[in-house]
Each structure stands twice: as structure tokens, then as C-alpha cells.
């Protein structure tokens, strides 16, 4: 009998131990003393475990303590701030890297210096060579230009600067472009040259081009330089878009995005990145939506149904279209004529049609279909689509319209009660507020433009992220642009609809993964989720609205690894 109570004795002994966390499994990596935000419900902690590449336990420190060994690497935060990494929900992931690698307009103040980095380039650069260039906008000039037309400079001070070499300079949206004398000569732009389908070449009062082509029109220019690329030996083509590739993921890292959905690859593009993946040189997790033609897409997109390759590392689950341009360039395509161009109603880019095809092969196909609209027409339209080939039991499919920027009333609550998910980017709303109303009027953006709190109210997922190169591919001024509505100039854009702190950060994090159909193993901190998250220098949820701006990224975890560090 006595030997019995001792041998009970000794198992409820060994099992208090084992409790005690004594022979827990050890983690690799385990970070400690924080603030950790999880985005799991309202859960915050102090500690985190990695074990491999997903979380192995979260909790207080005490308790994660037990799950170090002699191998464990430990970072005491300090009381930093952890949350899940960025997820960028839409941004151009190669057109950020070309973007580092050309001339960076955003820096131009006005006209002037635009023209004088185009001087320095061509004096720089041999004769015929093509000088490249993206981020200027002609409402952010500072004297705007003494000479214009519908607000945009003409191209006589730039072609003096710049005669033995063709210019193209991309607007900052995307949607326009402009090109110089030497460009426009070999494009044999004139007079009679016809505006295209769906684009729009600006001219002075006698006709003439000033430089400025719109949506559709600019292949009238930018054809030329892809003939110029197409001389390229396919070694020389690859090395450039590797190199792109592979500025665009380290700039991922410093800014603490540890995914991005990429708005449109071709085929080629995503075979190339397969073979980056491969070779562990793409430390970004990337979800690619396929930039193809119709006729194309359904030869090959059977092929490249790709989830999860590469140690979740290339995700191929999407089809971007474009429905419509942008507001800057008055390309969206509105119900109303723009206020400050009358009778102009902006561009159908894609015929409905062709949508309507794209979407049918999506929904063939099992892919997601995102769709860029911007105008309230464009919305409308595309809410319209989605509808006749999903009907009303839609929710499933996780269709997006991307941006959703301005909309008529009378189409907000249909997000909701449709499903689709609405992938905006809250900087657009900071950064255009300068000539939003200019464009649309008072009440139009008061009723329609970047409304997030009532599309949150009609029950819709909105996911959020930078649209780079578009906006700098930094989510700190995002999330201020979302919590605030503040521009550069400190005035309020229509505060009603800004968001919470959490629900700003839901955007950014787990909104995001469930717009890519990935909120099961990305978005947010739990045990056996992939241990992807950044470490801050501010706490987003109680600093100043000021210190939003200051924040720093301190860390950037990978599948456990540190992929970024502050020096």
C-alpha cells in the first residue's frame, strides 16, 4: 500500500513539473518584454515563440520563458511594439523595383525641377538613349506651370532639355504619361494623329500634342520604348527585371511587409519569379494576380493555379482587369462630367464585354477577379458584372473591385450585401484630397470619395495597401492616412469616414490575408500560423497621431527568420 501511494506520489510529481513548462518544446527564435498585438481577436501579449517558420506560442514572458533552450535565440523588445507583418493588399511589385531604379519624380516640388533631373539625366546618358521617370502630377506643382493646358505644362521647356534623346515620364497614377519632342517624333504623333479607344492625346488650342497622353493613348509612346526593351538579348531582359525583383523585396523588408499582392504579372514574369523563389532570393511573400489577355489567359491559366510554392512563398490566385483610369488624370469613369472639365466623363479603358469574359473565365477557373475602378460609373459597372455572373449568393468568391474610391450612394451598400471586398489604399485619399472637389465637386466627395466608415457599416471587408509605385510602398503613412484623413497641408478630408486605430490595422493585416483567401495561415499572431511580423519603434494603438509618422521598423520576421533589421 505504501508503495502504491508512492508511485501516485511520484506521477502527480512528474506531471506538475511537466505543467510547469520544464519540457516544453524549444523554440527557435523567441522575442520577449513587448507589446504584442495579434490582430486574434483583442488578445495582447508580451512574448512570442517561433519554432521552424510558424509560431510556437504566445503568452507573458514568464511563460514563454519555458520554451527556451540553449540553442533559443532571445530579443528582449523592450516594450516595443509587435503586430502581424504588413500585408500590402495592392501594389505593383516589379514596378516597384524599375521604380528604384529610374528617375524619382516624386521629389519635384513643380515643372521646373522636373525638367532640371531630365537635364542631369540626358547629359548623363548617350545619344537615343530612352530617359525614364515616374511620380510627377501636375496638381502638386508648386508654382503650377505659367503655361498649361487643363492644368498639365507643355513640353517646350522639357524637349530643349533633352533634344538627342526620347523622354517618357509616367504620371504618378499611372494613367498618363509624358513624353518629350524627340518622343513624340518617333511616335510620328501630329496634328491628325486620332485619340484611340478608351484614351485621350491633350492638346494646346491648335491642335497640337503638348506632350500629355491618357490612359489608352499612351502606347502611342510607350510602344516605342518596349520596341527599344525588345533589343535586348533575353539575358540582358531578365537581368533587369531580376534586379527590379529583387530591390523591390529588400525595400519590403525595411518597411516591415512581410506579403504583397502584386496588381498584375504576366506568365513570363511569374516563371521568372518561380526560379527566384527557388533559389531563396525573394524573402517577400507574394500573391500574383495574372495580367494577360483574355485569349491568352485561357490557353495557359490552368497551368499556373499556384498555391503556396516555395515554403509559401508564390501564391498565383488572381486576374486583374482595369474598368476604368484615374481622377488625377481624369480617366475615372464618372456619372457625372468632372467639375472642372465640363462634358468630359472619363475613359472606359476595357470594354465591358471583354470584362464580363475575363470573369467568366475566373469563375471557370476557380481565380479571384480584381478589377480597378476608381469612378462611380466604374463601380457601378463592375458591381453590376460581378452580380449578373455570381448572382446574389456571391460571398464565396471573394471578388474585389480595386480602389472603390468614389461611388455613387446608392451603390455602397451593394459591397456588403455583394461580397466584394474592397481594396483601397487609405493613402490615395490624403494624397489626392488636393483636387478631389476640384474634380467632382463638394458633394459628390462628401457622399462618395474614399468612404470607408460607411462601406465598414454595410458590412464590406475593406484591405488596404499603398498601390507603390503609385505612393511610396510605406505602410506608416497609410495607416496615418487612415486613422487621420490629415494631408500634407494639415487640413481634414471628410474625417466621418476615417478608421480606427484596430480597424486600421485589421486593413493592413488580417482584412487583407481573407482578400487573398489566406487568413488561415497569415494576418494575424496563433500558434501554428506562419511566424511572419514586425517589430516598431511607436505603439500604433496609444501614440501621438504625430508620432504615427515618426514610427521606425525595428524587425522584419519571415517564416521565423530576420529578414530585416534596424542598424
Not at 512528474?14 to 488578445?43: P, W
Not at 487621420?484 to 474625417?495: H, Q
Not at 515618426?550 to 517564416?559: D, E, K, M, P, Q
Request: net charge negative.
Amino acid at each position: 500500500m505504501k508503495l502504491t501511494k508512492i508511485i501516485l506520489l511520484f506521477a502527480l510529481t512528474s506531471l506538475l513539473f511537466n505543467c510547469g513548462g520544464k519540457n516544453l518544446e524549444k523554440a527557435d527564435l523567441v522575442f520577449i518584454n513587448g507589446k504584442i498585438v495579434t490582430m486574434d481577436g483583442d488578445v495582447i501579449s508580451e512574448a512570442i515563440a517561433v519554432k521552424g517558420d510558424t509560431i510556437l506560442a504566445i503568452g507573458y514572458t514568464d511563460d514563454i520563458e519555458d520554451h527556451v533552450g540553449d540553442s533559443t535565440r532571445v530579443i528582449d523588445l523592450k516594450g516595443k511594439f509587435l503586430m502581424p507583418g504588413f500585408y500590402d493588399s495592392h501594389a505593383h511589385f516589379l514596378g516597384l523595383g524599375h521604380s528604384l531604379m529610374i528617375l524619382d519624380l516624386t521629389t519635384a516640388k513643380n515643372w521646373d525641377e522636373v525638367v532640371a533631373m531630365v537635364a542631369k539625366a540626358a547629359d548623363n546618358s548617350i545619344p537615343g538613349e530612352w530617359i525614364i521617370g515616374r511620380g510627377w502630377h501636375q496638381e502638386k506643382f508648386d508654382p503650377k506651370p505659367e503655361i498649361n493646358v487643363e492644368g498639365y505644362p507643355v513640353h517646350d521647356g522639357l524637349s530643349k532639355a533633352s533634344r538627342l534623346n526620347p523622354v517618357l515620364l509616367n504620371h504618378a497614377s499611372g494613367h498618363a504619361i509624358f513624353a518629350n519632342k524627340r518622343a513624340m517624333d518617333l511616335a510620328g504623333i501630329n496634328k491628325s494623329t486620332p485619340d484611340p479607344a478608351g484614351g485621350k492625346i491633350v492638346r494646346d488650342s491648335l491642335g497640337n500634342a503638348i506632350g500629355v497622353f491618357e490612359e489608352n493613348a499612351e502606347l502611342l509612346v510607350s510602344k516605342l520604348y518596349d520596341e527599344f526593351k525588345d533589343k535586348w538579348t533575353g539575358a540582358q531582359k531578365r537581368e533587369y527585371d531580376r534586379k527590379g525583383y529583387l530591390l523591390a523585396s529588400d525595400e519590403c523588408m525595411r518597411r516591415g511587409i512581410t506579403s504583397f499582392q502584386d496588381a498584375g504579372s504576366t506568365f513570363d514574369e511569374i516563371d521568372l519569379l518561380k526560379v527566384l523563389v527557388d533559389s531563396s532570393l525573394i524573402d517577400v511573400r507574394l500573391d500574383i494576380m495574372l495580367h494577360e489577355p483574355n485569349d491568352i489567359l485561357k490557353k495557359k491559366i490552368a497551368d499556373y493555379k499556384i498555391k503556396g510554392y516555395g515554403k509559401n512563398h508564390l501564391t498565383v490566385n488572381g486576374i486583374k482587369k482595369y474598368a476604368d483610369g484615374a481622377l488625377g488624370s481624369r480617366g475615372a469613369w464618372m456619372l457625372e462630367p468632372y467639375d472642372d472639365l465640363p462634358g468630359a466623363l472619363g475613359q472606359n479603358v476595357t470594354w465591358m464585354e471583354e470584362l464580363k469574359e475575363t470573369a467568366q473565365i475566373a469563375k471557370n477557373n476557380g481565380f479571384q477577379i480584381m478589377i480597378h475602378a476608381i469612378g462611380d460609373r466604374a463601380n457601378r459597372e463592375i458591381l453590376n458584372l460581378y452580380e449578373s455572373v455570381l448572382g446574389k449568393d456571391s460571398k464565396n468568391y471573394r471578388w474585389r473591385i480595386e480602389h472603390a474610391q468614389h461611388l455613387n450612394p446608392s451603390d455602397i451598400l451593394r459591397f456588403g450585401e455583394l461580397g466584394v471586398i474592397a481594396a483601397m489604399q487609405s493613402i490615395h485619399c490624403t494624397s489626392d484630397a488636393s483636387f478631389v472637389i476640384k474634380r467632382i465637386g463638394e458633394k459628390r466627395a462628401e457622399e462618395g470619395a474614399y468612404v470607408w466608415r460607411k462601406l465598414m457599416d454595410s458590412g464590406a471587408i475593406i484591405s488596404n495597401g499603398t498601390d507603390s509605385p503609385i505612393e511610396k510602398i510605406n505602410p506608416i503613412p497609410c495607416f496615418y492616412a487612415a486613422v487621420t484623413r490629415r494631408t500634407a497641408d494639415g487640413l481634414l478630408f471628410y474625417p466621418a469616414q476615417k478608421m480606427t486605430r484596430q480597424e486600421a490595422l485589421k486593413t493592413y493585416t488580417i482584412n487583407s490575408a481573407y482578400a487573398a483567401f489566406e487568413e488561415n495561415i497569415k494576418g494575424s499572431l496563433k500558434v501554428g500560423k506562419l511566424a511572419d511580423f514586425v517589430v516598431l519603434s511607436n505603439d500604433l494603438l496609444k501614440c501621438s497621431e504625430d508620432e504615427i509618422l515618426n514610427t521606425r521598423v525595428l524587425y522584419t520576421v519571415v517564416g521565423g527568420e530576420i529578414k530585416y533589421q534596424q542598424k
